[in-house]
């Protein structure tokens, strides 16, 4: 069905296909549009979900493992600071393998306030072993809110699944949304390690170097696994409803001489830029990276890449475009652009790809013309 | 591509107006998309919000910096905006006024969008309901068409006052 | 406490003295499930697990076991807005007055006057009223309880269990290594506890105050303060000072808790 909504309301929407058991959720800009909605559909009973009113993020992933660990399934959403404030917890789901849900809204981090868009939120999760899809329009929030479910829950996964969505850009845009009816899309979830009072055991009591090590090898291992269950889930919902996602979304990459790289919003941009240049003549490609963990095995070989960063890593660089160089061994052009809500254009990005100056960091409106 | 910027104070509809717009399109068969500028908004204080329509799916998402078409829907918001900046050359403005306007070197029309709310008593908490009578007028101007329009106001709204509201704004936009 | 809850029952733990003794991985001490949890979330997760639990139908208790760090300081945020949602969990705080897992450092329970390592003069501040704060709540129960009178305890937690709502039962859990006295000396100095009228047992139904068992001889004639203390090495040296102002506040203490009783306010 063709309707309309905002990226806030799509995740939402989403979610109520889902039918989480639980969903435990505390307010913070740009996000709060989600759990409203969530909310409006437990008080309307068109959805049976138990909606905790927490009182922080922190306890709000907290609500999600011990409501997780019982086999049942969990959704949660949050922002920039709510996301840091969780930090703790967020390790604590991927360690207890809990297959918890939830949509981030990436908005820049404080001081001073700032409700905009930034990455930096995320990229400070990506060692947690959260798996991490980076969104780029309406539908694809809806799609990869569904898709998530069914990846974070999959026996060879059960690891939770971290949607993000560029904070105003993507939250609060209107466009069309084709909702479909789900059907088994997402099966019934089976925790094998779900609290069973008729067979106690203890979890996550003091535990040794050897048995940590191999917890954490089997962290590891599932992330590794988590790639064929993503590719059979995008494949099937691509059978099913037919749209297709993969690790990237690549446009105009086949013949390219110079590619560029990005994440959320901006990717869409690039596509814009990417025409632009190619009536100039130039062979530009654009490469949106959507799944940032696990990463992709991208191929740059032979093309002078350009990424663009709406995060950073003080003392370090690009957090993408570093991921890349680091995956890839290229040489690139690394800009810094669109924190705090920084507008960037397909003109801007244009620029970039036009004067890229290869090996160099770049700042935008901060290292003067590129 | 066809941009629209929405002129309006914060808690006037604005938002709603460019959304309700964005849906017409799409009802249309047209791609479109609708937002706010992302500030902190206040009740009172002038906003913009936007609308893209296209033949071909929407992949811009930075602000409309060239609209083809500009919407006041409060004249007052003039005194401290210059709401032609950008304006595309031939570009078209609507303004929310029972008087014929002033403005050189665009296509301009005027409509009583706040008398035809009042006359319709269509009021909310009482501000008079601006969103749903621009449709009508848009309509007239051949932006979206009228039936999307009653479409469009249907699918978000379920009080009848609106629809005939957009009617009115209808015959009553002039140039 | 485990026998009184019954088989079905979950245990929600944070990070705190039971993290230990429940026994190495893969091995637990427990016979019910013990599910370990971030040191601030005890009340947040066990909100989790309740709702998840009642919305399969299933009356599993959900118990948090927790020390008085992660109650009366990191965790009281939690504790509250889990009682504030009226969350249907029983929430048991041992309180060894420090944090016992790190080497007892000063915490929000431990008492004015007491010697630990990061109050190696004695604690300047009063123990915080927890029970006044979770009372503040309005739960349907609350008790307080000593881990020298067992009976009383149990007691306590089946009672608690038969409500729906948050529960809250505090415990006092005299602690040899922490409170510098001999480890046989545990069952006498808790009692001293509450004789001296340092500890007070009660109960709080619907926010009705019922002092029980030897809290009510003690309220009206405690033993000095001093029987209390003296055996214990972390008020070894306490200052006259001090130890006029701990005499002044149980004494203010007991008042109130009889004055309520008697229904005087």
């Not at chain 1, 949660?76 to 849900?101: C, D, F, K, Q």
């Not at chain 1, 535990?207 to 940590?212: A, L, R, S, V």
């Not at chain 2, 706010?36 to 913009?48: D, I, K, S, T, W």
């Not at chain 3, 089946?158 to 290594?177: N, Y």
Request: glycine share 10%.
């Amino acid at each position: 069905m063709l309707t309309v909504s905002t990226g806030n309301k799509a995740v939402a929407m989403a979610v109520k296909q889902a039918k989480p058991a639980v969903v435990a959720a505390y307010p913070i800009t740009p996000q709060t549009e989600i759990v409203e909605q969530i909310a409006e559909y437990v008080t309307a009973k068109e959805l049976a979900t138990r909606y905790i009113a927490v009182e922080s993020e922190h306890s709000a992933m907290a609500a999600c493992i011990g409501a997780g660990v019982t086999g049942v399934r969990t959704f949660t959403a949050t922002s920039s600071h709510g996301l840091l404030y969780m930090h703790e917890m967020t390790n604590w789901a991927a360690g207890a393998r809990i297959p918890v849900v939830m949509a981030n809204v990436n908005r820049a981090l404080g001081p001073g306030w700032n409700i905009w868009a930034e990455h930096t939120d995320a990229m400070q999760e990506r060692d947690t072993g959260w798996l991490q899809v980076y969104v780029a329009s309406v539908q694809e929030a809806y799609d990869a809110t569904l898709m998530a479910f069914r990846i974070a829950e999959h026996n060879d996964v059960l690891l939770p699944v971290m949607i993000n969505l560029d904070g105003f850009l993507l939250s609060h845009i209107m466009q069309p949304l084709v909702a479909d009816k789900i059907g088994d899309f997402i099966p019934p979830l089976h925790l094998p390690h779900a609290i069973d009072v008729t067979k106690p055991r203890g979890y996550g009591g003091l535990t040794g170097p050897d048995e940590h090590f191999k917890f954490r090898w089997d962290i590891e291992r599932s992330m590794r696994d988590s790639r064929k269950v993503i590719e059979e889930t995008q494949a099937e919902f691509n059978r099913r409803f037919g749209r297709e996602y993969g690790w990237t979304e690549d446009y105009r990459c086949e013949d390219a001489d110079v590619v560029v790289l990005s994440l959320g919003t901006l990717g869409k941009e690039a596509e814009m830029a990417v025409d632009s240049l190619r009536k100039e003549g130039i062979r530009a490609g654009s490469m949106r990276v959507r799944w940032f963990r696990p990463f992709p095995k991208l191929d740059l070989n032979g093309r002078d890449v350009v990424v663009i960063d709406r995060d950073y890593s003080f003392g370090f660089g690009g957090v993408l475009a570093r991921s890349i160089e680091a995956k890839n061994r290229v040489d690139l052009f690394s800009v810094i652009a669109g924190l705090g809500g920084q507008e960037v254009t397909y003109d801007d990005i244009a620029g970039f790809i036009r004067n890229r100056r290869m090996g160099e960091e770049f700042w935008f409106g901060v290292s003067g013309d590129v | 591509m066809f941009e629209i910027r929405i002129h309006s104070r914060g808690g006037q509809g604005g938002v709603t107006a460019a959304r309700l717009i964005a849906l017409a399109a799409i009802r249309d068969g047209k791609y479109a998309t609708a937002f706010p500028f992302y500030g902190a908004e206040r009740r009172g204080a002038p906003v913009v919000s936007f609308v893209r329509i296209n033949e071909k799916p929407i992949k811009v998402y930075s602000q409309i910096r060239r609209p083809d078409m500009v919407v006041v829907l409060d004249a007052s918001v003039m005194e401290t905006v210059d709401v032609l900046h950008g304006l595309r050359p031939g570009g078209t403005v609507l303004l929310n006024s029972a008087h014929k306007s002033q403005f050189k070197d665009v296509k301009s029309y005027h409509v009583d969008l706040t008398g035809i709310a009042l006359r319709e008593n269509l009021v909310v908490a009482g501000s008079p309901i601006l969103n749903t009578p621009v449709l009508g007028a848009l309509a007239k101007l051949g932006i979206i068409t009228a039936e999307s329009a009653k479409k469009a106001i249907g699918e978000m709204f379920t009080d009848e006052r609106n629809a005939r509201a957009a009617d009115a704004a209808f015959r009553e936009v002039a140039a | 406490m485990l026998k009184a809850a019954g088989p079905d029952s979950v245990l929600v733990v944070p990070a705190c003295c039971t993290s230990v003794i429940q026994g190495i991985y893969p091995n637990t001490a427990m016979n019910i499930p013990v599910y370990n949890v971030g040191f601030a979330t005890a009340a947040a997760s066990a909100s989790g697990m309740s709702a998840a639990f009642r919305s399969m139908g299933k009356k599993t208790n959900v118990i948090v076991y927790a020390g008085d760090g992660g109650t009366l300081d990191i965790g009281i945020q939690a504790l509250s807005g889990a009682f504030e949602r009226g969350t249907d969990f029983l929430y048991i705080c041992y309180d060894n007055e420090a944090y016992g897992n790190t080497g007892m450092q000063r915490s929000g329970g431990t008492p004015l006057g007491a010697k630990t390592t990061t109050t190696p003069g004695g604690k300047t501040d009063f123990k915080k009223d927890i029970d006044a704060i979770v009372a503040a709540h309005e739960p349907p129960y609350q008790a307080t309880a000593c881990a020298a009178y067992p009976q009383d305890l149990f007691k306590k937690v089946q009672k608690a269990l038969t409500f729906r709502g948050p529960t809250f039962i505090h415990v006092l859990a005299p602690c040899p290594p922490g409170w510098r006295y001999e480890t046989g000396k545990s069952v006498e100095v808790g009692k001293l506890a509450v004789k001296s009228g340092m500890w007070v047992l009660y109960e709080r139904e619907y926010g009705k105050l019922t002092i029980t068992g030897p809290s009510k001889a003690a309220i009206k004639k405690p033993v000095p303060l001093e029987e209390y203390l003296a055996p214990q090495g972390r008020f070894k040296g306490i200052d006259r000072k001090a130890l006029e102002t701990l005499k002044q506040r149980v004494d203010r203490t007991l008042k109130r808790f009889a004055q309520e009783e008697a229904g005087v306010c």
